[in-house]
Nanobody
Framework: QVQLVESGGGLVQAGGSLRLSCAVS????????MGWFRQAPGNEREFVAT?????????YYADSVKGRFTISRDNAKNTVYLQMNSLKPEDTAVYYC??????????????????WGQGTQVTVSS
């Protein structure tokens, strides 16, 4: 059974940076697209970014984070990252790491992701 464990959340001032990590176990990590999603209080969970199953594959971002966030993966470490720069108060949310349910897909749009981490809180103060 796949397990995902996020780390790296915290409190940061607007304009600051954070790097989230997600360690994955229980499956062949490199074969699956990975993604980050977030959920703010009172809102539904939303897509943030995804990365294709291969190291040289595509990355996809929500318009709200494009140009500020970068998703990457290290297949040797079974870890996916989310580098968040120029953070805004509206980025405040619980951030979840997720894995695609089917191997060898691009992860475009974050559809079909069915394995989730426990979430890590990101709070951006103004």
């Amino acid at each position: 059974q796949v397990q995902l464990v996020e780390s790296g959340g915290g409190l940061v001032q607007a304009g600051g940076s954070l790097r989230l990590s997600c360690a994955v176990s229980g499956r062949t990590f490199s074969n699956y697209a990975m993604g980050w999603f977030r959920q703010a209080p009172g809102n539904e969970r939303e897509f943030v970014a995804t990365i294709s199953y291969s190291s040289g594959g595509g990355t996809y971002y929500a318009d709200s984070v494009k140009g500020r966030f970068t998703i990457s993966r290290d297949n040797a470490k079974n870890t996916v990252y989310l580098q968040m720069n120029s953070l805004k108060p509206e980025d405040t949310a619980v951030y979840y790491c997720a894995a695609d349910s089917v191997p060898y897909r691009s992860g475009y749009g974050g559809r079909g992701f069915d394995s989730w981490g426990q979430g890590t809180q990101v709070t951006v103060s103004s």
